[in-house]
T-cell receptor, first 110, second 115 residues
């Protein structure tokens, strides 16, 4: 069974701080996606990474896929209250199903 | 382009009843997936339909079933409801057909409460 563990589970920071969320597995994924979910809504796709070592930037968000395609990280620079939400990584494994991570709940205070 | 819509948004049922949830995908998307989200288990895959056929299935009991119509709209049914079925049920659509990295576009979900 392919699993994706995210850390930390909860993160509470002040506006302007930097943070990193990790997504780890012992399995290899052909691609990995990051989503953000706000209360009362469904997850929204932020980015897809497909190549080992790939780095993608989305404004203040930087996503990295591990060289072995088993892990990924999301780094947010100068966090803002609008970044508050549940961050989910999701890997496409050997069964073509998306496996979602355990989630990281981020709260950014003004 | 209109997003994924789900109806109803909220539902309250009692144990033993059954429920049907509906999902309309983004126009042109042929794949519809269903997920269950709970605080304890996170987001878990229920099943995926593509061109009216179930293409993938998660590890849920047979009380959970679904179908997809020719216009790609999908319904999910849960029979003999249990307290543990209380959750947010999310529908997601994607282009499918092996053309993308299975990128999912989610609806707002149906919040099901079983009393």
């Amino acid at each position: 069974t392919q699993l994706l563990e995210q850390s930390p589970q909860f993160l509470s920071i002040q506006e302007g701080e930097n943070l990193t969320v990790y997504c780890n597995s012992s399995s290899v994924f052909s691609s990995l996606q990051w989503y953000r979910q706000e209360p009362g809504e469904g997850p929204v796709l932020l980015v897809t990474v497909v190549t080992g070592g790939e780095v993608k930037k989305l404004k203040r968000l930087t996503f990295q896929f591990g060289d072995a395609r088993k892990d990924s990280s999301l780094h947010i620079t100068a966090a803002q209250p609008g970044d508050t939400g549940l961050y989910l990584c999701a890997g496409e494994g050997n069964t073509d199903k998306l496996i979602f991570g355990t989630g990281t709940r981020l709260q950014v205070f003004p | 382009k209109a997003g994924v819509t789900q109806t109803p948004r909220y539902l309250i049922k009692t144990r033993g009843q059954q429920v049907t949830l509906s999902c309309s995908p983004i126009s042109g998307h042929r794949s519809v997936s269903w997920y269950q989200q709970t605080p304890g288990q996170g987001l878990q895959f229920l099943f995926e339909y593509f061109s009216e056929t179930q293409r993938n299935k998660g590890n849920f009991p047979g009380r959970f079933s679904g179908r997809q119509f020719s216009n790609s709209r999908s319904e999910m049914n849960v029979s003999t409801l249990e307290l543990g079925d209380s959750a947010l049920y999310l529908c997601a659509s994607s282009l499918g057909g092996g053309t993308t990295y299975n990128e999912q576009f989610f609806g707002p979900g149906t919040r099901l409460t079983v009393l």
